[in-house]
Nanobody, 117 residues
């Protein structure tokens, strides 16, 4: 059974930093592209950043230069370092995995990030 468990969300002031973690189980982690997405009420879920098994990154323009995705294949964990946070970064952040062999996809339950002004 695939499990993606996010942690690290919370309340932070504008300009602050948070680091999200997503621990994966039930998959061969190194065979997956891992990603972070976010969603606010009434809006579609949007891409934040992804990282392939080979370490190639794709980052949304809205967070480029402030957020960094990374992965540790020895710990089956993907991270999202978020710096210079803005109120508009407030959202539920979801971890995603997409298999590079077969395309199966799973989501975590999300972790809330709230940035106060």
């Amino acid at each position: 059974q695939v499990q993606l468990v996010e942690s690290g969300g919370g309340l932070v002031q504008a300009g602050g930093s948070l680091k999200l973690s997503c621990a994966a189980s039930g998959i061969i982690f190194r065979h997956n592209t891992m990603g972070w997405y976010r969603q606010t009420p009434g809006k579609q879920r949007e891409l934040v950043a992804t990282i392939t098994s080979g370490g190639s990154r794709n980052t949304a323009d809205s967070v480029s230069g402030r957020f960094t995705i990374s992965r540790d294949n020895t710990k089956n964990t993907v991270y999202l370092q978020m710096n210079s946070l803005k109120p508009e970064d407030t959202a539920v952040y979801y971890c995603n995995r997409r298999s590079e062999i077969g395309g199966m996809e799973d989501w975590g339950e999300g972790t809330l990030v709230t940035v106060s002004s």
